[in-house]
């Protein structure tokens, strides 16, 4: 069974490019969202296995999602994906729940590494 999986980023390209390097395996049709708000909605109204989250985005930034994805009691692996790669960052979104912090522009073999690792691949 393939997870279901959205991709959040305000920006079209990235989240094309992040659909792109989704596994083969997974036959799935990821839902997308060009902001928090968006996917908070999205998390609230549907069972969503897996999360690719990018942090600078108007309005409801990554953070937020991931405070509201904590304070709504939602369970979903959550993968950051984003340029704002200081450790700050990485270990803040860590400790907010996610599960990887990758780099942007994610390549194909590190993000199906980071997969396999977490047992979701």
Do not use: Y
């Amino acid at each position: 069974m393939s997870p279901s999986v959205l991709i959040c980023d305000d920006s079209n390209m990235a989240r094309k490019q992040v659909l792109k390097s989704l596994p083969e395996e997974w036959k799935t049709t990821a839902q997308t969202a060009t902001n928090g708000a968006e996917a908070l909605t999205i998390l609230r109204d549907n069972s969503i296995d897996v999360l690719f989250l990018d942090l600078t985005m108007p309005g409801i930034d990554g953070v937020g999602v991931l405070q509201g994805i904590q304070k709504l009691k939602l369970s979903c692996n959550v993968f950051v994906i984003s340029a704002d790669i200081q450790p700050e960052m990485q270990s803040k979104v860590k400790s907010l729940g996610a599960k990887e912090f990758l780099q942007k522009p994610v390549k194909a073999d590190v993000l199906i590494n980071h997969l396999q690792q977490h047992g979701l691949l």
